[in-house]
């Protein structure tokens, strides 16, 4: 059975800092693209950043750039979303997703809190 399991969020301070972990089991992270994406209270699902399987490439949405950064570790079987200099607009339940052309898994979700 796949399980995606994500760690790391809590409580921080406006321009504090937060690493989100992603790890897998029973699936090869090497064959799998990642993405971050976000969810505020009634608000719609958004990606944050994601992460080739093959080339390494990334892509960060705009509210991100030159905060966040996203990585993985095949061997690891772990993915990480490092995010710096946070806001109170990041607070959100943050979610993992690992996905090729035919499939995708889902972690379960880190609840990430920005306040004074």
């Known amino acids: 059975q796949v399980q995606l399991v994500e760690s790391g969020g809590g409580l921080v301070e406006p321009g504090g800092s937060l690493r989100l972990s992603c790890t897998a089991s029973?699936?090869?992270?090497?064959?799998?693209?990642v993405g971050w994406f976000r969810q505020a209270p009634g608000k719609e699902r958004e990606v944050v950043a994601c992460?080739?399987?093959?080339?390494?490439?990334?892509f960060y949405e705009d509210f991100v750039v030159g905060r966040f950064t996203i990585a993985k570790d095949n061997t690891k079987g772990t993915a990480y979303l490092q995010m710096n200099s946070l806001k109170p607009g990041d607070t959100a339940v943050y979610y993992c997703n690992f996905r090729t052309d035919s499939t995708e898994y889902w972690g379960q979700g880190t609840q990430v809190t920005v306040s004074s």
């Open positions: 029973g699936v090869s992270l090497r064959d799998y693209a």
């Open positions: 992460i080739s399987n093959s080339d390494g490439r990334t």
